[in-house]
């Protein structure tokens, strides 16, 4: 494997005595060169849209901190727009969408082959990123798990116990059901194409994978990531992808040999001395620092910054925060977590 990028390294399987380390939304608000460009661009979607300035905020932490990989710029909500739901973000509160909670919101969908047309500046943004990037950083690509895309298309926005989309689970499971399937589906071309202009790995993003319990998150979160990651790597094989089934806790067990995902990303409420012997067993981890050290920085950061490397250091490892970073990290705290890492 020598020679092969060192994110790449890690996703075959093999142990690094430095982890490969890149972060959450490290593009993003908490970088005066991120704020710029996106007052630049207008707001944030026109950015998503945009494929010259998406690259260009994608390789700003690239170039600041020298990072193993850069992940493309966009949203995991640009699908359901392909797909025809409406999307805006309302500064300070976070995005809505039109809400789908009938069989008449549902019919007004396109279908999955249709995303194309709207998606195609994504593609554009990774074909130039896989140019520009440096030769030893890895390009992600990525996508929202259907049961995450499908909590913010039945509610309309954000909700904090994903209440909209368990009631329409329970009351009309086959129109739930029908729209996971489209969601799958769309998933499945958006990242296909991703990986066809370049992106080398590819990441589904489960964020509220958390709220299902027991059989439900079986069906729900991890079926369709077998399905996606079956269908891709049946497209293009060996391609490497992460899962990141966020707050899964017990159900993080066996979620790689269940779904076929190169490697398990952690939320921060993991603890890692539990997961390298439960969940590294089986393949590469990915995580797992709390964001809150990206404002707090210190001998705390250093510290669990410290244990999460040595709790890891048998096994193949990715270091990551648990989460996304957030606006109010101080970028200062980001480049002691990285010498902490490569410098012991
Ligand atoms: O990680 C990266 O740097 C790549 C880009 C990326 C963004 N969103 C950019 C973004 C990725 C991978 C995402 C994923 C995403 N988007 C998720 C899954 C991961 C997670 O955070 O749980 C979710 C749930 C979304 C939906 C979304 N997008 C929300 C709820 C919000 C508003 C909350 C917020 O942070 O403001 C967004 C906006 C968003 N997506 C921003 C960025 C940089 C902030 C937009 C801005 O500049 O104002």
Redesign the pocket.
């Known amino acids: 494997m020598a020679g092969q990028k060192k994110l790449l390294r890690a996703l075959a399987g093999e142990k690094q005595d430095v982890p490969p380390i890149w972060m959450?939304?490290?593009?993003?608000?908490y970088l005066p060169e991120y704020r710029a460009t996106?007052a630049e661009a207008g707001d944030?979607l026109s950015?998503c849209y945009n494929s010259d300035l998406a690259a260009e905020v994608t390789l700003q932490p690239i170039r600041r901190y020298g990072f193993d990989a850069a992940?493309?710029?966009?949203?995991?909500?640009l699908v359901p727009q392909a797909l025809g739901a409406d999307l805006w973000?309302v500064t300070g509160e976070?995005?809505r969408l039109s809400t789908i909670t009938t069989e008449s919101d549902f019919a007004k969908l396109g279908p999955a082959s249709d995303i194309h047309e709207t998606l195609n500046p994504i593609y554009e943004t990774v074909r130039i990123l896989s140019r520009e990037l440096p030769a030893e950083t890895t390009l992600i690509g990525?996508a929202?798990a259907p049961w995450?895309v499908a909590t913010?298309m039945i509610a309309g926005r954000?909700t904090p116990d994903q209440g909209p989309a368990h009631a329409l689970r329970e009351e009309n499971t086959a129109l739930f059901e029908a729209l996971l399937a489209r969601i799958t589906e769309a998933t499945i071309d958006y990242l296909s194409k991703q990986i066809e202009a370049g992106a080398e790995v590819v990441k589904i993003?489960d964020?509220w994978a958390g709220s299902l319990k027991g059989e439900a998150f079986q069906k729900y979160a991890l079926e369709p990531c077998r399905q996606i990651t079956q269908a891709l790597k049946e497209r293009h094989p060996g391609i490497p992808v992460i899962g990141f089934p966020?707050e899964a806790g017990e159900n993080y067990v066996g979620f790689a040999k269940a779904t076929g995902v190169d490697c398990v990303a952690l939320d921060n409420s993991v603890d890692p001395e539990w997961a390298a012997a439960n969940v590294q067993v089986d393949g590469c981890v990915q995580g797992n620092l709390a964001s809150r050290h990206m404002v707090t920085g210190g001998q705390d950061l250093v510290d669990d910054t410290r244990r999460i490397v040595e709790a890891f250091r048998n096994g193949p490892h990715i270091f990551n925060l648990g989460?996304?970073i957030t606006p109010d990290a101080d970028p200062d705290n980001v480049q002691l977590m990285i010498d902490t890492v490569r410098g012991g």
């Open positions: 959450m939304r490290q593009a993003g608000r996106r944030f950015l992940i493309l710029f966009a949203d995991i909500l973000f976070g995005p990525f929202g995450t913010y954000g993003f964020s966020r989460h996304g």
